[in-house]
């Protein structure tokens, strides 16, 4: 049973930081890449950014190139999301993916993705 587990969410003042992580349980595929989504209320939901298996490759919404950066520890099967320079419109339930499929690169399709976390909330006060 591949499991999906963020963290780090929580409310943050605009300008600030925060720092999501996705554990990844229970799979057995030799290779994934890693998505993050956000999903704000009243909207659908959207790419942020995804990372190869090898973490060379990154690719990032235009929304949050520059201020979000996502990085992975293989031995730890986990990733992270580094969120800088936080807006209120940052705010939403943000959610990590696996695609072990590997369809496409970049991955940046909903359907892309084979397995999803719970999701985090982020809220950034103005």
């Known amino acids: 049973q591949v499991q999906l587990v963020e963290s780090g969410g929580g409310l943050v003042q605009a300008v600030g930081s925060l720092r999501l992580s996705c554990a990844v349980s229970g799979h057995s595929f030799s290779n994934y890449a890693m998505g993050w989504f956000r999903q704000a209320p009243g909207k659908e939901r959207e790419f942020v950014g995804a990372i190869s298996w090898s973490g060379d490759s990154t690719y990032y919404a235009d929304s949050v190139k520059g201020r979000f950066t996502i990085s992975r520890d293989n031995a730890e099967n986990a990733v992270a999301l580094q969120m800088n320079s936080l807006k209120p419109d940052d705010t939403a339930v943000y959610y990590c993916?696996?695609?072990?499929?590997?369809?496409?690169?970049?991955?940046?399709?909903?359907?892309?993705?084979?397995?999803w976390g719970q999701g985090t909330q982020v809220t950034v006060s103005s």
């Open positions: 993916a696996a695609d072990f499929v590997i369809r496409s690169w970049p991955p940046y399709h909903i359907n892309d993705y084979d397995y």
